[in-house]
């Protein structure tokens, strides 16, 4: 009976069997558990921030409008929350008034302005600063301007003396 044996090709190893995961393999992996991460984040995020976020960067839209709007007529226009809900654009002319909405988003939002009853609007260029907040819950945001810049949403730190 003859034997074989197996002799090797000179500067070859012998082969092994693989033994774990290829870098590849591991990046896959990582990208995966990265992206269901972001998902789990962004369906978690607070609602009512949200909501209130947006009813910030409407008013903002809307002050800006009823202040263009008052320098081309050039009259008063005032701006103030009503205590049942909503708010009133003051002075506009009755078809500028009609096309602007007076009701919140959401139901249960209100607002408190800053130093003073109503917000005035123009018809000067240049205004006093002016703020308001915004309140849904517990969250709150602020809607100002310096009086020349347009009105947007501002820093919460001066929101804590509304409070």
């Known amino acids: 009976m003859k034997v074989t044996t197996r002799t090797s090709v000179p500067g070859s190893r012998p082969r092994r069997a693989a033994a774990g995961f290829t870098l590849l393999e591991l990046m896959v992996v990582v990208l995966i558990v990265a992206g269901a991460s972001g998902m789990t984040v962004v ?3 607070d609602r009512s921030q949200s909501k209130l976020e947006e009813e910030g960067a409407r008013l903002s839209a809307l002050l800006e409008t009823a202040r263009t709007q008052s320098r081309i007529v050039g009259t008063d226009v005032r701006w ?3 205590s049942t809900g909503g708010f009133r654009f003051i002075g506009l002319p009755a078809l500028a008034t009609h096309e602007l909405p007076s009701h919140w988003l959401d139901p249960d939002t ?4 800053v130093g003073a009853p109503q917000l005035r609007l123009g018809p000067e260029p240049l205004l006093a600063a002016q703020r308001v907040v915004l309140h849904l819950g517990e969250r709150q945001i602020a809607v100002g301007t310096d009086g020349l810049a347009p009105f947007r949403i501002v820093d919460d730190s001066a929101t804590a003396a509304v409070q």
């Open 43 to 45: 369906s978690l995020r």
């Open 110 to 113: 209100t607002a408190t302005i």
């Open 80 to 82: 103030a929350p009503l």
